[in-house]
Nanobody, 127 residues
C-alpha cells in the first residue's frame, strides 16, 4: 500500500522560505514520477513541479527560479525548497506519485497523471 506523508508546511511572511518533505512508503518503481501540487481555497488543484527518476523536471512558470524540487532515493523522500515566497503561494500543498509509464511521453503538470496522493500540508504566506 502506497502512502505519501507530507510535512514542513507553516506560516511565513512574504520573502521567507519553507522546505516541504514527502516521505514515500510502499512505493518503489524503477521508472516513476513524483511531484508537488497545490490548491488554494476556491481554486483548482494545480501542478507546481514534477520530477522523474532520471532527474528531469518541469516547473510551473509561477514558481520558476523560486522553488526547487529534489529527492533522496536512499530515504525515499521528496523535497520542495520554496524561497522568496509570495502571498499568492498560499495553498494546501500535496505530494503525488505515479509509475509514469513511458508511453505517456514528456513530463506534464497534470493531476490526472498521478495515482497516489498525500494528505497535504498547509502553506500560508502573509504580506
Amino acid at each position: 500500500q502506497v502512502q505519501l506523508v507530507e510535512s514542513g508546511g507553516g506560516s511565513v511572511q512574504a520573502g521567507g522560505s519553507l522546505r516541504l518533505s514527502c516521505a514515500a512508503f510502499g512505493y518503489s518503481y524503477s521508472n516513476n514520477c513524483m511531484g508537488w501540487f497545490r490548491q488554494a481555497p476556491g481554486k483548482e488543484r494545480e501542478g507546481v513541479v514534477v520530477i522523474d527518476s532520471g532527474g528531469n523536471t518541469i516547473y510551473a512558470d509561477s514558481v520558476k527560479g523560486r522553488f526547487t524540487i529534489s529527492q533522496d532515493n536512499a530515504k525515499n523522500t521528496l523535497y520542495l525548497q520554496m524561497n522568496s515566497l509570495k502571498p499568492e503561494d498560499t495553498a494546501m500543498y500535496y505530494c503525488a506519485a505515479d509509475p509514469c509509464p513511458v508511453y505517456r511521453g514528456p513530463l506534464r503538470l497534470l493531476r490526472t497523471d498521478f495515482a497516489y496522493w498525500g494528505q497535504g500540508t498547509q502553506v500560508t504566506v502573509s504580506s
